[in-house]
């Protein structure tokens, strides 16, 4: 069986290194708050290209504190792409703003930059890009619309940890980012993790607090805050993996390389990228109409694959008063969309083995 991530797999490669550092805590008996989270944040500060990192409890808590430190609330405007995962939509909903969504670009499945401007009003207030499946959502027009209309830039960076455009590396892309180190990402913990990127001193010492009950220092609560924190054996493993990111961000372009040239089957639409440093791929999705049947057909032939997503946020129960509404392209993506498996451990066996079998479906 060729698994669509085999994680067990990733994280053997450093048990070595995360049996020593498990130990370690174990040893100081310091849990929360400590030395660990510390490194981690200046070395992910640093791997972004940022000045500030902070460390929280889940990529959904990163968003939602970025929105809630703007003070971003009632009935704002947030613009977000239609075909997201779940998570960017509620960080917005749940601060009482009101989720904009905009139609992707069926060829990046991300945001398209030409359908913003349209939508911006009185009451916007920011642009949340996601950049889904890893790769960096081309930002230049997006920067004009944020500086013409003094909009704030916020970034999904849950699956992109190490994507770049233009140089820039996600995390440093807007004014302020969440990244998600739930364990199948990029960058992956053992449990749930995430974190807050920013250059801007004030916001971070504002998400710092409320993260924290609102607390400024200790017993002194200047927002009412939540509790929202990155443990120190999280902060732990990740300082462990972050140190091979680069290396397994390049074998996942190896990988996708060899796809994108050696898969030849004329009903699989194949993934495209715009620039190789813009692509992590944390996700290899194809299109095809005939998604049920190709599925199965690789399942009989021992390959797992999934689908990100099944059904867009606007057609969930969760978001019934947008059930009736129209996002054609999103629709079309959710509909066609299939995720073959990829990642820094596959072998080349194994990626040849999924090619061959998808050139011969008929
Ligand atoms: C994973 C993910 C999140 C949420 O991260 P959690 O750590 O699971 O809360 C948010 N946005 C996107 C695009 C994601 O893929």
């Given at each position: ?150 909009l704030k830039i ?37 449990g749930d993790g ?113 689908i990100h997503y ?53």
């Amino acid at each position: 069986m060729i698994k669509f991530l085999d994680l067990e797999k990733i994280n053997n490669r450093f048990r070595e290194e995360i049996d020593s550092e498990l130990k370690e805590i174990l040893d100081s008996g310091w849990y929360l708050q400590g030395k660990k989270n510390q490194k981690f944040a200046e070395n992910f500060a640093e791997f972004c290209g940022v000045k500030h990192c902070l460390g929280v409890a889940n990529g959904l808590d990163a968003l939602n504190l970025i929105i809630k430190a703007y003070g971003f609330s009632n009935g704002d405007e947030i613009i977000v792409p239609a075909n997201t995962y779940i998570a960017s939509i509620l960080a917005i909903s749940q601060n009482g703003c009101t989720p904009i969504l905009v139609e992707p670009d069926i060829k990046t499945y991300n945001i398209n930059p030409d359908l913003i401007e349209e939508k911006i009003t009185e009451r916007t207030k920011a642009i949340m890009v996601v950049h889904l499946y890893g790769q960096a959502v081309q930002m230049k027009k997006i920067w004009e619309l944020a500086k013409k209309y003094n909009l704030k830039i916020i970034e999904d960076s849950a699956q992109a940890h190490g994507s770049v455009y233009d140089g820039i590396k996600t995390g440093a892309l807007g004014d302020a980012s969440g990244f998600s180190f739930y364990p199948g990402k990029n960058l992956g913990c053992m449990g749930d993790g995430g974190c807050v990127t920013t250059n801007d001193d004030e916001l971070f010492e504002k998400i710092k607090a409320i993260a924290n009950y609102g607390s400024d220092r200790k017993y002194h609560h200047i927002y009412k805050g939540v509790n929202s924190r990155l443990d120190e054996i999280q902060a732990a493993v990740l300082n462990v993996k972050l140190k091979y990111l680069d290396k397994d961000n390049a074998r996942r372009r190896e990988i996708s390389k060899y796809y994108r040239e050696n898969i030849k089957n004329r009903i699989i639409i194949l993934p495209e990228t715009y620039d190789e440093s813009a692509h992590v791929w944390h996700v290899f999705a194809v299109r095809t109409p005939e998604r049920d049947r190709f599925q199965k057909y690789l399942e009989e032939n021992n390959i797992q694959t999934i689908i990100h997503y099944p059904t867009p946020p606007h057609k969930q129960g969760a978001y019934q008063e947008w059930n009736n509404l129209s996002y054609p392209i999103s629709e079309e993506i959710h509909r066609t969309v299939i995720s073959l498996p990829i990642s820094p451990v596959m072998t080349d066996d194994e990626v040849e083995r999924v090619t061959e079998v998808i050139n011969e479906y008929r």
